[in-house]
């Protein structure tokens, strides 16, 4: 049976979908400029039992063309026994490709990423299920004794000079690949993030200051006690950013590592974006289902192909009118403008579009 992905407003969509991963159904996003280092921050105290902690990582918004950081927090699981995989980035030889985090009955590759609090690059050392109840490992995790009954003590054995790079792959990425356990936990069932971590995404994404050109990469939000709860007594600052923040390098003026595609902080044609997946096949295990969701998603993905192409072609024409014009700079400024004004209504369109199309499809019985 599909699970419902409760989706409360237009705003979750568009995070949805630039959060999403590929395991669900949905469009991945890639960027051709590095994510930034993993601030350095404390854990806060877990808020009560059964609570499992969420690290925190770089998200991209396409439409600023900006990294954002999306707290660590405590979460409590979709169901007794899963457990969270954070979500990762990985260099592919073109761009930087995102992996969505999920929940599974054991921890899945989230690309070698030293997140801390137990995720060390492989698995997760914070606690395990026993029974109807987690049980906390008090070497790596923030908990209160007098409020949490089950813990154990188990010391974990890392790494003292952590690295604090955000990818994996690369020059300078991460150099960690998936072991056979975690090629066979990618395979398992696996639940999307809960109601309350969409909200969660939702409140970072929308909060100018963990963009990571305001913070440069030292967010004064970089973990809470619950998720969405950005209020000053459950949340902790980073105290210092992972490594010097680089601003011609995240912006794309040099070229990225690994690649030699530079790129602006923000498109400003149609033609400059990249080109958008395809979606991969659905799998709900009901065939005719699969066949009808799979015919859906080639008529959107077709529609979009052919509006972007009639958009390129529409810029094209103005820049051919302003140089047989000998337009004044004022003027190709002002077209200019236009041009990025377009561009990104028609991305934020798009991506709602195919949030709309997700959620329809994810909804039990819908015909």
Known sequence: MRVLWPIRSLLLLLVILILSAASF?????????????????????????????????????????????VPGTWVLAPQVGYLWTPPWWEWNGAAYIFHDGYWG??????GGIPYGFGYFGHGYEGGRWEGEHFFYNRSVTNI?????????????????SVNRVSYN????????????????????RHLPPTALQTQHF????????????????????????????????????????GAPY?????????????????????PIH????????????????????????????DKLYAKQDQERQKLEQKQERDHERLTQQNAN????????????????????????QWGHLQAQQQQPGKK
């Open 169 to 188: 792959g690369g020059n300078g990425g991460i150099e960690a690949r998936p072991t056979p356990e975690e090629e066979a936990a990618r395979r398992e």
């Open 329 to 352: 700079e004022a003027r190709r400024q002002q077209v200019e403008q236009q041009h990025q004004h377009q561009t990104q209504q028609m991305e934020q369109k798009h991506t709602q």
């Open 144 to 160: 209160n004794v007098t409020n949490i009954r089950y813990v154990y003590n188990t010391t974990v054995v890392r790494n003292v």
């Open 246 to 266: 680089r601003r011609d390098v995240e912006h794309g003026n040099v070229p990225v590592p690994g690649g030699d595609i530079p790129r602006t902080s923000t």
């Open 25 to 69: 159904g949905q469009i991945a996003i890639s960027v051709r400029f590095a994510p930034p280092a993993l601030p350095v921050y404390e854990q806060p105290v877990c808020p009560g039992e059964d609570y499992i902690w969420t690290p925190g990582y770089w998200a991209f918004d396409s439409v600023i063309g900006d990294y954002y950081w």
């Open 202 to 241: 939702a409140a970072a994404h929308s909060n100018p200051q963990l963009r990571a050109s305001e913070n440069r990469g030292r967010p004064p939000v970089a973990a809470t006690m619950r998720p969405a709860t950005f209020g000053e007594h459950e949340t902790v600052p980073a105290r210092e950013a």
């Open 270 to 297: 149609a033609k400059e974006l990249p080109p958008h997946p395809r979606p991969p096949a659905p799998n709900t295990g009901n065939p005719g289902m699969d066949r009808k969701y799979q015919q859906q998603q």
């Open 105 to 110: 009955p054991r921890v899945g590759f989230y």
